[in-house]
C-alpha cells in the first residue's frame, strides 16, 4: 500500500530556544499514527520552489491530540532550516508524507528509559505523553534531557507538569554548559545512566538526537555499561 500523503496548514510557528522552532500543522482527517514515529515534508528551496526535497521531523503530539506538533532545530544553511525560518508561515501549506518509522517504546520493556539532546526530545514528548496520559501506563519511565544553555531547554513546562502528576514518571533536565545558577544535573547525559540502571537494571533504552550524540550514548552504553544491545533503541537526526 502506497504511503499516504497528505497537504497539511501550518496553524503555528513559535521560536521557543535559541535557534529551535516549535510549529504545529492541521492533523489531516483520518491520518493515524504511533507516538515515536515522523513524517517526511516536501521542502522547496528557497530560491527555486519548484525544486523540492523531502526532509524527516518526528511527531511531538501524542496521538490523542488534535493537531501535529514538531520541534526544528535550524542548521546553518540547511535547506528546511532556511524554509521555516524564512518561508513558512502561518497558514502555509505544504505536502507531507508518512507516519514513518520504528521508534517505539517497546511494551515488553519492564521500564523505559529515554535519552535526548535537543530536538531529539520530540519523539519522547510524544510517547510519553500518550504513555502516561492514554494508555495509563504505570511502569518507570525516565527522561534525561539534555541540552547546553539553561535557556536552550523548551518544553520544560510540559515534562514537569506529566512528573508532578505521574509519579512513574521522572524527568531530569541536564545541562552541559557552565552556566553557575543551574541546580540540576550537569555533564553529558550518559554519565547519569549508571544510577538509574542501578534502579532499572532491566530497562530499554531509547535515544534519540544528533547522531554524533546517538552514537556516543549507544558506545557507553555497550562498551562501558555492557548493556545488551537488544535492549538499545536509537533514532539518529541525520
Ligand atoms: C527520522 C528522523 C527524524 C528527524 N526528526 C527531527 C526533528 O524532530 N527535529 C529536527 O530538528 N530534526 C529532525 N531530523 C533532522 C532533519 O530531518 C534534518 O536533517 C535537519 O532539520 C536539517 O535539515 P536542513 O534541510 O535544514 O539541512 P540540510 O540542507 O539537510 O543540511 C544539513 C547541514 O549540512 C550543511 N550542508 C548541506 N549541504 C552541504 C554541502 N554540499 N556542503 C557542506 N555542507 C552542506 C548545511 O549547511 C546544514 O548545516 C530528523 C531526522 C531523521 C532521520
Not at 521560536?15 to 521542502?43: C, N, W
Not at 532545530?73 to 502561518?90: D, V
Not at 521522572?170 to 554519565?191: D, I, M, N
Amino acid at each position: 500500500m502506497p504511503t499516504p500523503s497528505y497537504q497539511v496548514t501550518c496553524t503555528k510557528k513559535a521560536l521557543i530556544a535559541p535557534g529551535v522552532y516549535e510549529l504545529h500543522f492541521s492533523r489531516p482527517e483520518g491520518m493515524t499514527f504511533k507516538a515515536g514515529q515522523f513524517v517526511l515534508f516536501d521542502v522547496p528551496l528557497a530560491e527555486d520552489p519548484a525544486d523540492i526535497q523531502t526532509r524527516a521531523y518526528s511527531i511531538a503530539s501524542s496521538p490523542s491530540e488534535k493537531d501535529l506538533l514538531f520541534c526544528v532545530k535550524l542548521k546553518a544553511a540547511g535547506r528546511a532550516s532556511l524554509w521555516i525560518e524564512i518561508l513558512l508561515q502561518q497558514g502555509s501549506t505544504i505536502r507531507m508524507q508518512g507516519p514513518f518509522g520504528l521508534f517505539l517504546l517497546k511494551d515488553s520493556d519492564p521500564a523505559h528509559v529515554c535519552v535526548a539532546t535537543g530536538a531529539g526530545v520530540a519523539p519522547f514528548r510524544s510517547q510519553i505523553k500518550w504513555r502516561l496520559e492514554d494508555m495509563k501506563d504505570t511502569r518507570p519511565m525516565i527522561l534525561l534531557f539534555g541540552v547546553r544553555n539553561p535557556e536552550d531547554f523548551f518544553w520544560l513546562e510540559d515534562f514537569e507538569f506529566l512528573a508532578n502528576t505521574h509519579e512513574n514518571f521522572v524527568f531530569y533536565p541536564v545541562l552541559t554548559g557552565t552556566e553557575e545558577s543551574w541546580k540540576g544535573l550537569r555533564g553529558r547525559v550518559q554519565q547519569h545512566l549508571p544510577r538509574i540502571l542501578a534502579a532499572h537494571p532491566e530497562a530499554g533504552i531509547y535515544i534519540c538526537g544528533a547522531p554524533e550524540m546517538v552514537k556516543d550514548v549507544k558506545e557507553t552504553c555497550l562498551n562501558d555499561f555492557e548493556i545488551p544491545k537488544i535492549r538499545l533503541h536509537a533514532e539518529g537526526y541525520i
